[in-house]
């Protein structure tokens, strides 16, 4: 049975930092992508960032590029997502997923909610 | 970079047939991939790579690809199908995953 499960979402203020961090369990981590997708409240999916098997590759949406970095500690079985300087906008629950062979996110966690506001 | 489009919402009664489209510059030349959102819930992976079914989806479900339009197809509708659907793609030209807004499937 595959697992997911992030952590480390909560309150913080405009221009504040967070860490979040997804643990996996069922499946071989070390050989799988994983990503981060979030959703804003009351809005649609949104994808943000990715990361390749030995954390190497790593790719970025736009809109958090230069303020976010994914990483992953493969011993650990766990993905992070740093995220500083963060604004309203980055208001949402936030997702980890793991990506399948062609392309696809097959398995997703429950997600944690990152409000942003003073 | 690409984008996707979908029908904001859509409605069909109990047993009937929804059709959900995805709208894409030459989308049959990339692999589509389909979500269900329950409300409240994590996403689903329903269909992968245009047709193909995850384990435990049901045959219900299926998906076509061709010319400029991807869909999803639900069959034999269910209260239970009541949901936000999502199409996915990957572009290469950007390197990035993108999503379409979503269709909120309402059974009647």
């Known amino acids: 049975q595959v697992y997911l499960v992030e952590s480390g979402g909560g309150l913080v203020k405009p221009g504040g930092s967070l860490r979040l961090s997804c643990a996996a369990s069922?499946?071989?981590?070390?050989?799988?992508?994983m990503n981060w997708i979030r959703q804003a409240p009351g809005k649609g999916l949104e994808w943000i960032s990715h990361?390749?098997?030995?954390?190497?590759?790593?790719y970025y949406a736009d809109s958090v590029k230069g303020r976010f970095t994914i990483s992953r500690d493969n011993a650990k079985r766990t993905v992070y997502l740093q995220m500083n300087s963060l604004r309203v906008d980055d208001t949402a629950v936030y997702y980890c997923?793991?990506?399948?062979?062609?392309?696809?996110?097959?398995?997703w966690g429950q997600g944690t909610l990152v409000t942003v506001s003073s | 970079s690409y984008v996707v489009t979908q029908p904001p919402s859509v409605s069909v009664a109990p047993g009937q047939t929804a059709r959900i489209t995805c709208g894409g510059n030459n989308i049959e030349s990339k692999a589509v991939h389909w979500y269900q959102q329950r409300p409240g819930q994590a996403p689903v992976l329903v269909i992968y790579y245009d047709g193909d079914r995850p384990s435990g989806i049901p045959e219900r479900f299926s998906g076509s690809n061709s010319g400029n339009t991807a869909t999803l197809t639900i069959s034999r509708v269910e209260a239970g199908d009541e949901a936000d659907y999502y199409c996915q793609v990957w572009d290469s030209t950007n390197a990035h995953y993108v999503f379409a807004a979503g269709t909120k499937v309402t059974v009647l």
């Open positions: 990361i390749n098997t030995i954390g190497i590759t790593k």
């Open positions: 069922g499946f071989d981590f070390s050989d799988s992508y």
């Open positions: 997923a793991r990506e399948g062979e062609v392309r696809q996110f097959d398995f």
